[in-house]
Structure formats: structure tokens, C-alpha cells
């Protein structure tokens, strides 16, 4: 079954999703960082505030006895107009196309 929805040189259909057809309903975004410590904890939630003036701030949190509880890091958003993200269901072998909105 892996095989089946492997992506190979087979024609597929593409869909295109709901950020083409209304784009208040589905959003995505990009989030770019530089830096990653090796103390995050990716078995705890983190946050996205996206606060006044496009500013937005992403709180990770970090191991239990790490020495400090979380890393912020601050950046602005910024609207994307061309670039897109490509979604491949796995399971179900259906490939969907999404316009992004910002990059933060």
C-alpha cells in the first residue's frame, strides 16, 4: 500500500484547495528561524501571537531543567503573492495545491 501513493512518474490529478477559491476560510503561512536550541521540547505546545503592526511572536518551550523555561522569537509577517505549498495526502494519494498567505 506504501507503494501505491509513493510519488512516482505516474499523471496525477492536482486539486486546487480552498485558499484558491476563498481565501478568508483557509490560510497558511511560512514561519523562517535561524536559530533552533537544542533544549525545545516538541512534546509541549508552542504559540503563535500575531499582535499589532504584522508583528508576531513565537514562544517555544523548552525541556524540563533546561536553565531557562522558553525561547521568543519576534519577527514581522509579511503577505506572499505568488508562492505556493504543495500537499500530499499519503494515505489517500490526493495532492492539493494552497496559495500561502504570509511569510512571519
Same mark, same amino acid.
Given at each position: 500500500m506504501a507503494d501505491k501513493h509513493s510519488l512516482n512518474y505516474d499523471v496525477r490529478e492536482l486539486?486546487?484547495?480552498s485558499s484558491f477559491t476563498n481565501n478568508?476560510? *483557509? +490560510?497558511y503561512h511560512t514561519i523562517k528561524y535561524d536559530?533552533?536550541?537544542?533544549s525545545v521540547d516538541v512534546n509541549k505546545m508552542a504559540t503563535v501571537d500575531?499582535?499589532?503592526?504584522?508583528?508576531?511572536t513565537v514562544t517555544v518551550p523548552h525541556l524540563d531543567g533546561a536553565g531557562v523555561?522558553?525561547?521568543?522569537?519576534k519577527g *514581522? +509577517?509579511?503577505p506572499y503573492t505568488k508562492e505556493c505549498v504543495l500537499i500530499i495526502d499519503r494515505v489517500t494519494g490526493e495532492i492539493t495545491?494552497?496559495?500561502?498567505?504570509?511569510?512571519?
Open positions: 486539486k486546487l484547495g478568508k476560510t *483557509s +490560510q536559530f533552533k536550541p537544542a500575531v499582535g499589532t503592526n504584522n508583528q508576531v523555561p522558553q525561547t521568543v522569537f *514581522s +509577517q509579511r495545491l494552497e496559495k500561502l498567505s504570509s511569510n512571519i
